[in-house]
T-cell receptor, first 111, second 114 residues
Framework: GQQVMQIPQYQHVQEGEDFTTYCNSS?????IQWYKQRPGGHPVFLIQ?????EVKKQKRLTFQFGEAKKNSSLHITATQTTDVGTYFC???????????FGGGTRLMVKP | DTGVSQDPRHKITKRGQNVTFRCDPI?????LYWYRQTLGQGPEFLTY????????KSRLLSDRFSAERPKGSFSTLEIQRTEQGDSAMYLC????????????FGPGTRLTVT
């Protein structure tokens, strides 16, 4: 079955430093979504990428979808303490209607 | 629009007992999903409904798990003969019905099997 892997599992940064999490799928994806889960909270949708090579920005967040549609990344510029949480990618393959979530990257920001 | 709600928020049960959870999706959302999340892991897909029809079920889902969405609105997830390995957060999500739409998650039901 489809597998989605994320690295790193954990990341500690000093406030103001940049952060990147990487997502890799074992199969080609039709689209990929990113979610953020705050400690004690539930996943909240951030963005969806559909096209090969697509890049989308939300303020300090930049999302990329690989040319082969098998990998993606999320980059945060100048992290803030409000960025703390776990970031999940979730991929949908061409065959199914279900999302397969990665294991997440837990971001901790030291003020 | 009050968002996705789940009940109860917490459930402690003894091994071997049956438990049932309820999910109320955002009104007019056709699709409803159930996930299981354990500490430090991403949500794991269990099953989903399009209106009242259960269209997909994870191969990892034991026969002890069953889900219903009888009128295409709220859904229930039942776990029979609970085991300690069933301890997890059970998340429900809904979406408007097209595959390219985001999923809106509820707060989850945390199950502890003692």
């Amino acid at each position: 079955g489809q597998q989605v892997m994320q690295i790193p599992q954990y990341q500690h940064v000093q406030e103001g430093e940049d952060f990147t999490t990487y997502c890799n799928s074992s199969t080609t994806l039709s689209n990929i979504q990113w979610y953020k889960q705050r400690p004690g909270g539930h996943p909240v949708f951030l963005i969806q990428l559909v096209k090969s090579g697509e890049v989308k920005k939300q303020k300090r967040l930049t999302f990329q979808f690989g040319e082969a549609k098998k990998n993606s990344s999320l980059h945060i510029t100048a992290t803030q303490t409000t960025d703390v949480g776990t970031y999940f990618c979730a991929g949908r393959d061409n065959a199914g209607n279900m999302l397969t979530f990665g294991g997440g990257t837990r971001l901790m920001v030291k003020p | 629009d009050t968002g996705v709600s789940q009940d109860p928020r917490h459930k402690i049960t003894k091994r071997g007992q049956n438990v049932t959870f309820r999910c109320d999706p955002i009104s007019e959302h056709n699709r409803l999903y159930w996930y299981r999340q354990t500490l430090g892991q991403g949500p794991e897909f269990l099953t989903y409904f399009q209106n009242e029809a259960q269209l997909e079920k994870s191969r990892l889902l034991s026969d002890r798990f069953s889900a219903e969405r009888p009128k295409g609105s709220f859904s229930t997830l039942e776990i029979q003969r609970t085991e300690q390995g069933d301890s997890a957060m059970y998340l429900c999500a809904s979406s408007p019905g097209l595959e390219f739409y985001e999923q809106y998650f509820g707060p989850g039901t945390r199950l502890t099997v003692t």
